[in-house]
Nanobody, 114 residues
Framework: VQLRASGGGLVQPGRSLRLSCAAS????????MAWYRQAPGKQRELVAS???????NHADSVKGRFTISRDNAKDLVYLRMNDLKPEDTAVYLC?????????WGQGTLVTVSS
């Protein structure tokens, strides 16, 4: 499984962005799709995940602001980020778990600054 994340950029606090993760093949059978992020000097953290059955989970720090979704027909996973804060600045990485293996895409940088 090859993953490619896109949609990052520089945005002012309070604004929105939508990240996209494109998979090389069908994601309909991928058990879990997720977004992680890693800020400079910090450990990688799970931002949100979604199972193939549609169950989603979001980190407490982003609940109510971020939403993960997946479009199995287009083999895309999205992360809608609203009300962005400077502490959301990080490299965001797309992740897939399939047949007990984890796959990672390259990250996309999100910078929240005025």
């Amino acid at each position: 499984v090859q993953l490619r994340a896109s949609g990052g950029g520089l945005v002012q606090p309070g604004r929105s962005l939508r990240l996209s993760c494109a998979a090389s093949g069908s994601i309909s059978n991928i058990e879990v799709m997720a977004w992680y992020r890693q800020a400079p000097g910090k450990q990688r953290e799970l931002v949100a995940s979604m199972t193939s059955g549609g169950w989603s989970n979001h980190a407490d720090s982003v609940k109510g602001r971020f939403t993960i979704s997946r479009d199995n027909a287009k083999d895309l996973v999205y992360l809608r980020m609203n009300d962005l804060k400077p502490e959301d600045t990080a490299v965001y990485l797309c992740n897939a778990v399939h047949s007990h293996r984890a796959y990672w895409g390259q990250g996309t940088l999100v910078t929240v600054s005025s």
